[in-house]
C-alpha cells in the first residue's frame, strides 16, 4: 500500500497524527517524503518517552516500524513535510535556510494531551538543503540523544529523542562514517527564524497565521490577536530557560535565530558541551572563533535574537511604525529584569539560600569570581558544596577543586553566616538542582568514538547514569570525575 509519497505506507500499528501546522497554506513548508535508506537497523528506542507518546514500545521494534522510523516508509495519517525558516547564523541574515536534512512526518496528543512534533533528523535532502546531503552521521545523532535525554533528566526545557536508526549507509564529512537518523520529539519545531522567513518576504498575512497557530498551540493563555503579549510571553520562556542551561554550565554552541524556539524548548543540538572548570569566557564550538556564543554571553545574546524577533512582529503591534517600535523596545526592556531574577533565584537554590537577601547575589557572584580564578570544576564544587552545608567538616572536598583552596575558605565563612534551617534538609534541597553527573564531553566523546566502531556499550551505560543525575551511585563514581587532563575536550563540533 502507498499514499501520494510514493513510499509504503505503515498500517501495521496506528499513529494517532493530526498535523495542524500542515494545515497551513503551503509556503510555510515543502511537501516531500523522506528519502529511503538501504539496510535500517533500530539501535536505540526511547521506551519511556514512547509511553509518554501514547505508544507502545514493543510495536516500535518490529521491522515495518523500524523503516518508518528510517523514512523508509510513511505511517498512515503521516503528512510529510520540510519546514521554510531564515536565521540570523553568527549576526549574519540567511533569508532562506529550512529543514535541510529533516523532514517533520506529524503531530501527535502525548497522553497529557500536549501536541508534540514527530520528526527525522538526518532523513535526505530537501529543497532547503542548499547543496548538502541531507544525512546525519551516527556520531552527532548519538550527541543529541544523550545531550537532550539528559537535559530532559535534569528539568530543562528540551526537545527529546525517540530514536536512533543506523541507515546501513556511509556519510562522507571529513572521513567516511556511518549514517543514522535520529526519530526527535518536541513541542513543535517553529523558530525564531520561522517568523523571519516572512517578515524578509513582507508576507504579513503569513506572519499573522503564524502567530495565531503559535498562541493556539503554545500560550492560551494569551488572548487572540495580542501580538504583544505573545511576544512578551516567549521572551519570559526564553529568559528562564538560557538561566537554567547555565545553571548546570551548559553551552549551546550555535544561539542562531534559526535555533532559539518559540515554545521555549532547548533545539538543534550541534557543538554543545558542558564545562568542566568554570571560566564565563569558555567556548568549545569549533565554528565560533569569536565566542559569540561563550558561557556568560548566552543571555545577552538570547535578549539579541529576541530583538530580532520583536522585529518580525512590529507590523502586528502597530499599523503606526513609531508606536509599534515603542511598544516592542518596552517589552524587550522586561528580559534582563527577568533573566537576571531567574540566573540569581537559581544559584540561591544551588547555594542552599531559601529566602533571597540583598547581599545574595554578591555572594554567589564572589563564588563564581574564584571559581574562575582557581579552575574550579563548575560541577564539582556545587555538588560538593551539598555536603559542605550540612557539615562543616566536609569543606574539604570543596577545597580540593580550587588550585589556592584559601580562596574558598574566605568565602566559606560569609556563606555560613548566611545560611539558615535544618543542615539535612539544606543538604537535600542543594543535591536536588546540584546534578551529580552531566554528560561531560570527554565520556560523550568516548561513548561516540566507541558507538562509531559498532560498540554500543559506553553510550548505554553513559544514559543510564545521565538519567538520574541527582541521584549518586557508586558504581558510577567515576562518571562524577572531570576528565585527566589527557583526556579533556576542548573542541565540539556541529557534525553538518
Known amino acids: 500500500m502507498a499514499n501520494d509519497t510514493g513510499l509504503p505506507v505503515l498500517d501495521t500499528m496506528r499513529w494517532p497524527f493530526d498535523n495542524s501546522y500542515a494545515r497551513l497554506p503551503e509556503r510555510f513548508y515543502a511537501r516531500l517524503p523522506p528519502t529511503p535508506v538501504g539496510r535500517p537497523r533500530l539501535i536505540k528506542l526511547n521506551e519511556a518517552l514512547a509511553r509518554e507518546l501514547g505508544l507502545e514500545p514493543r510495536h ?23 519546514m521554510a525558516y531564515a536565521g540570523h547564523q553568527f549576526g549574519s541574515f540567511v533569508p532562506q535556510l529550512g529543514d535541510g536534512r529533516a523532514i517533520l512526518l506529524g503531530e501527535i496528543a502525548d497522553t497529557k494531551g500536549a501536541r508534540r512534533d514527530i520528526q527525522l533528523k538526518g532523513s535526505g535532502p530537501t529543497p532547503f538543503s542548499r547543496r548538502g546531503d541531507g544525512r546525519a552521521a551516527l556520531g552527532p545523532v548519538l550527541r543529541e540523544y544523550i545531550v ?86 516567549v521572551l519570559a520562556r526564553q529568559a528562564s530557560l538560557v538561566a537554567r542551561w547555565m545553571h548546570v554550565g551548559f553551552i549551546h554552541g550555535v544561539m542562531n535565530t534559526d535555533n532559539t524556539s518559540i515554545s521555549g524548548e532547548t533545539i538543534d543540538y550541534g557543538p554543545c558541551a558542558f564545562m568542566d572548570a568554570y571560566h564565563p569566557n569558555t567556548v568549545f564550538s ?37 508606536q509599534a517600535l515603542a511598544q516592542a523596545n518596552e517589552s524587550l526592556q522586561k528580559f534582563s529584569g527577568l533573566f537576571a531574577a531567574a540566573w540569581f533565584a537559581g544559584l540561591r537554590r544551588k547555594l542552599g539560600l531559601t529566602d533571597a537577601q540583598p547581599e545574595d547575589e554578591k555572594l554567589a557572584q564572589d563564588l563564581l569570581n574564584a571559581m574562575a580564578a582557581n579552575s574550579a570544576d563548575f560541577t564539582l564544587t556545587f555538588r560538593r558544596l551539598c555536603d559542605a552545608a550540612a557539615d562543616p567538616g566536609a569543606d574539604r572536598a570543596v577545597r580540593d577543586q580550587f588550585l589556592d583552596p584559601s580562596a574558598y575558605d574566605a568565602w566559606a565563612v560569609r556563606w555560613r553566616q548566611r545560611l539558615g534551617g535544618d543542615p539535612a534538609a539544606r543538604r537535600a534541597a542543594m543535591q536536588s538542582v546540584n546534578p551529580a553527573y552531566i554528560p561531560r564531553n570527554h565520556r560523550v566523546e568516548a561513548a561516540l568514538s566507541a558507538a562509531t566502531n559498532g560498540n554500543l556499550g559506553p553510550f548505554e551505560e553513559l544514559l543510564v547514569v545521565l538519567s538520574r543525575p541527582f541521584e549518586e551511585r557508586r558504581e558510577f563514581a567515576a562518571y562524577a570525575e572531570p576528565p585527566l587532563e589527557d583526556e579533556r575536550v576542548l573542541r565540539t563540533f556541529c557534525g553538518t
Open 286 to 322: 569549533s565554528i565560533d572563533q569569536g565566542g559569540r556564543y561563550a558561557y556568560a554571553n548566552q543571555g545577552r545574546i538570547a535578549v539579541w535574537n529576541l530583538a530580532r524577533f520583536a522585529e518580525t512582529l512590529l507590523p502586528l503591534f502597530s499599523d503606526d511604525d513609531d
Open 148 to 233: 537532550s535525554e539528559a537535559m530532559h533528566a535534569m528539568g530543562i526545557p528540551t526537545t527529546r529523542s525517540l530514536a536512533a536508526v543506523l541507515t546501513g549507509e556511509e556519510v562522507l564529512r571529513e572521513t567516511a562514517l556511518p549514517g543514522a537518523v535520529l526519530t526527535r520529539v518536541a513541542s513543535s519545531h517553529i523558530r525564531v527564524g520561522t517568523f523571519q522567513y516572512f517578515a524578509a518576504r513582507q508576507d504579513i498575512e503569513a506572519l499573522r497565521l503564524l502567530a495565531d497557530h503559535v498562541i493556539a498551540r503554545h500560550y492560551p493563555e494569551v488572548p487572540a490577536g495580542d501580538y504583544r503579549a505573545l511576544f512578551e510571553a
Open 60 to 82: 516500535l521494534v518490529g521491522q515495518d516500524t523500524v523503516e518508518m522510523l528510517a523514512g523508509n516508509r510513511i505511517a498512515e495519517g503521516s503528512e510529510p513535510i520540510a
